[in-house]
């Protein structure tokens, strides 16, 4: 019956010790309420029928005859649903607290939401990130917190969904009834791979468990090598790339409000088409556009003049951190071969095209 009912409701696999109770509670509320839904159809139904207007009717009408009899149906409706609703929240609330009190002997694990990964840290110093291992009937407390925004902590599997939250923490617990990988999701909207967040709980043997505690993930079986390194390829494609982070790092720091990145002019000369192309400095002579150069002129933008531009750029010395200019480097480089005009200064839509001077061109 469990199995059916598990199935027409596209259900995962029960495998924690509370599952099978929390889909219990699911299992009557959906067939009573199947249930109440089919009865008033068929009332209904046969009302329909059985009281339509018929012509000979019209000169006489039912009301006022049935009034005793249906005040005592309305009785026991409202008595039965009563008694449906405390029983309900009987159960419910017990599964409740049975969900909120983790048993005494738990092993306990550290698990940190941010964008877009899990990561898990045991009190005895191991660290991951994406894959939790765990050993089999045994409870696992987990105690959780955030380092970005609001994420939620779901396995399927185990029945068990707690929201993630900065600057505070959570706890949630599980036992696993039987080794398998077990898919995390994240169900708290955070953004823009809050789809790619997800990880694997893989629990294994006690055996197996104790063999990974000593040996790492290259001691573990199959299944679980295989989970792992889907874990792996998951958050490898949730990880934001660099030239996404270089934009992001461009907009923040406001460089965007003077370089444009698809060729047209501005106050600054264009990003696009600019890596390894010759840039004509004001000083005379010429640089090409490599990694140096453009280190150089986010540091010390006068000492590396693109010829015929303004001296409007401030250096940024001390203000950019060095992942965000290499992520910078790597936004330009991702729009090297988008096709740039002559770069010359935006001249502000003045009429006449004003003193717009000649400027560096791609070789
Ligand atoms: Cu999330």
């Known amino acids: 019956m469990n199995e ?21 509670l699911h299992y009557l509320v959906v067939s009573i309420t199947m249930g109440g839904a089919v ?4 009332i209904g139904g046969y009302f329909l029928i059985r009281y339509r207007r018929r012509l000979q009717d019209t ?6 005859t049935l009034a005793r009899p249906a005040l005592a149906l309305e009785t026991v409706a409202l008595v039965g649903l009563g008694t449906l609703f405390l029983a309900f929240w009987n159960v419910g609330t017990r599964q409740f607290i049975d969900l909120r009190t983790p048993p005494e002997d738990t092993l306990d694990v550290y ?9 898990f840290a045991y009190p005895e110093g191991e660290s991951m990130i994406s894959v939790l291992y765990v050993p089999a009937r045994r409870p696992i407390r987990l105690i959780m917190t955030s380092r970005d925004v609001i994420h939620s902590f779901f396995v399927p ?15 949630a617990w599980f036992e696993a009834t039987e080794p398998g990988a077990y898919p995390i999701l994240c169900t708290e909207y ?3 791979s809050h789809s790619e967040m997800r990880g694997q709980v893989i629990a294994l043997d006690p055996a197996d468990y104790e063999r990974w505690l000593a040996g790492g993930a290259a001691s573990t079986p199959a299944f679980a090598q295989e989970a792992a390194a889907q874990a792996e390829r998951e958050r490898a494609e949730a990880e934001p790339t660099m030239p996404s982070r270089g934009e992001r790092a461009a907009a923040r720091h406001n460089c965007l409000r003077c370089h444009t990145l698809d060729g047209t002019p501005h106050i600054g000369p264009t990003w696009a088409g600019l890596y390894r192309a010759v840039v004509p400095l004001e000083a ?4 090409i556009a490599d990694e140096a150069y453009i280190t150089e002129s986010i540091m010390d933008p006068l000492a590396v003049m693109h010829r015929g531009f303004q001296p409007v750029m401030p250096s940024y010395l001390g203000q950019i951190t060095p992942p965000d200019v290499a992520a910078i480097i790597e936004l330009i480089k991702s729009i090297r071969d988008v096709p ?22 791609t070789p």
């Open 340 to 361: 740039r005009g002559p770069v010359v200064p935006w001249d502000g839509g003045a009429t006449g095209g004003g003193a717009a001077a000649p400027g560096g061109t």
């Open 4 to 24: 059916l009912l598990r199935r027409i409701l596209f259900l995962p696999d029960q495998r924690s010790s509370l599952a099978r109770e929390i889909d219990g």
């Open 39 to 42: 009865l008033i159809t068929l």
């Open 59 to 64: 000169a006489r009408p039912h009301a006022g």
């Open 284 to 287: 005379g002579g010429e640089r």
């Open 157 to 171: 599997a185990f029945r068990i969904k707690q929201d993630v939250l900065p600057g505070r923490y959570t706890t």
């Open 190 to 192: 955070c953004g823009t």
């Open 111 to 119: 698990v940190t939401g941010k964008q877009w990964m899990w990561k």
